[in-house]
């Protein structure tokens, strides 16, 4: 598995994408503590009482970043792994699964930090390039078989 240098390539990267995702919930859940807005009555008991059982713009925020995370990295993981097994070459496959991660990356800082438009969706629409290019050349492979 290991021997394919574009396929260990795409596990490094993955595995960021997959802590930074890991992040966002824990900045989700610090605040929701700081907020005081928690999504289950049992939780606002626990800290306080249930009018802190609401809903809260900050924590919305952050939960529509994971969201987004998830619409996004997850169909990167499946496509990053079947254009890995054509054998792409190294540099190419690596300025792929970078352009992603990186643009990713930018795309979480500006939904938290609430960075002047159009940052959020440039890096949006930036991250979606290799996607778009590993997905055009994994159908390429394989459409012989279809």
């Given at each position: 598995?290991?021997?394919?240098?574009?396929?260990?390539?795409f596990v490094f990267y993955s595995v960021l994408l997959v802590i930074k995702m890991y992040v966002i919930a824990i900045i989700t859940g610090q605040v929701r503590l700081r907020k005081k807005a928690f999504a289950n009555p049992e939780d606002a008991?626990?800290?306080?009482?249930?009018?802190?059982?609401?809903?809260?713009?900050?924590?919305?925020?952050?939960?529509?970043?994971?969201?987004?995370?998830?619409?996004?990295?997850?169909?990167?993981?499946?496509?990053?792994?079947?254009?890995?097994?054509?054998?792409?070459?190294?540099?190419?496959?690596?300025?792929?699964?970078?352009?992603?991660?990186?643009?990713?990356?930018?795309?979480?800082?500006?939904?938290?930090?609430?960075?002047?438009?159009?940052?959020?969706?440039?890096?949006?629409?930036?991250?979606?390039?290799?996607?778009?290019?590993?997905?055009?050349?994994?159908?390429?492979?394989?459409?012989?078989?279809?």
């Amino acid at each position: 598995m290991l021997e394919n240098e574009a396929f260990s390539c795409f596990v490094f990267y993955s595995v960021l994408l997959v802590i930074k995702m890991y992040v966002i919930a824990i900045i989700t859940g610090q605040v929701r503590l700081r907020k005081k807005a928690f999504a289950n009555p049992e939780d606002a008991q626990r800290h306080g009482g249930v009018q802190y059982y609401r809903d809260d713009p900050d924590v919305e925020r952050c939960r529509r970043a994971h969201r987004n995370d998830m619409e996004n990295i997850f169909p990167f993981l499946f496509l990053g792994t079947v254009y890995s097994l054509i054998g792409p070459s190294l540099a190419v496959a690596r300025a792929h699964f970078l352009v992603f991660f990186l643009f990713r990356v930018l795309h979480t800082v500006a939904y938290l930090c609430v960075l002047r438009a159009p940052t959020r969706s440039l890096a949006y629409v930036v991250a979606q390039v290799p996607c778009v290019s590993m997905a055009v050349q994994v159908l390429a492979a394989v459409a012989s078989y279809a």
